[in-house]
């Protein structure tokens, strides 16, 4: 990481301490979201977030997208706070030269998982991000916990193997579940999901924070509240 990139991260620990953040997928049910409000508190956003109808700018936004990202790029609030999670400087790419010049690069350990307990932002420095397949999990929620936020809501974040918010198929689907992707691979992928979201709420426990799951599908089994009753 380049220091300019720790200075920014080494400045945000613990500076949002007690306060809630609200991290947005791209899943479905984020287009039943009640998208004012949330406009009003701390969120997340990741990855093709920007282009859910009615979205307004998160204040964090985070992607780990290899081949997306060109694509993400131009779509990106330009207010936000903008982070890279990945296992390589991406600014050193030609084809990224001068448009990351104001995001935050975040290492990412090749070998190091959510799903099996490593989980940053408790008492350890912040120089990788664990690996699970969701950007949620590889940047947002991570970075949340390093900068102190407590609770962390999920908002979006099906996990159902249905379309993404930003498709117009999403909107008569709903949470039909119609990928056209391998199915060995999307079951993988789902499980090892639902074991990032199992671990990262139990070790968020003993800490003493708190993990909540807003999505009406509950599919990371982790416990749930009503975004309408959190807001």
């Excluded at 613990?14 to 609200?22: D, E, S, T, V």
């Excluded at 009003?40 to 307004?56: A, I, K, Q």
């Excluded at 999920?154 to 579940?177: I, P, Q």
């Excluded at 993988?188 to 139990?202: E, G, I, N, P």
Aim: hydrophobic content about 35%; charged content about 20%.
């Amino acid at each position: 990481m380049k220091r300019a990139d720790h200075a920014v991260i080494d400045s945000l620990k613990g500076k949002y301490q007690g306060k809630r953040l609200f991290i947005l997928g791209t899943g479905p049910s984020l287009l039943e979201a009640d998208l004012g409000a949330l406009a009003s508190e701390y969120t997340f956003g990741v990855n093709f977030v920007m282009e859910v109808p009615g979205m307004f700018e998160p204040t964090f936004f985070g992607s780990s997208e290899q081949l997306g990202l060109i694509e993400i790029l131009p779509a990106v609030a330009p207010s936000s706070l903008k982070f890279i999670a990945h296992t390589y400087d991406l600014t050193t790419f030609r084809t990224y030269k001068g448009q990351l010049d104001d995001w935050t690069w975040v290492y990412t350990h090749p070998s190091r998982y959510v799903e099996s307990g490593d989980l940053a932002g408790f008492d350890d420095d912040l120089d990788w991000v664990g690996q699970s397949y969701s950007t949620v999990f590889t940047c947002a929620l991570q970075l949340g916990i390093w900068m102190g936020f407590d609770p962390i809501y999920l908002v979006g974040c099906d996990n159902s193997g249905s379309h993404h918010a930003y498709d117009e198929e999403a909107v008569r689907a709903k949470y039909d579940v119609k990928s056209t992707v391998d199915v060995t691979k999307q079951e993988q992928r789902t499980q090892s999901l639902v074991r990032s979201a199992s671990a990262a709420k139990q070790i968020m426990g003993e800490h003493g924070r708190s993990l909540w799951d807003t999505s009406p599908v509950g599919g990371l089994h982790i416990p749930r509240k009503q975004l309408s009753e959190v807001l």
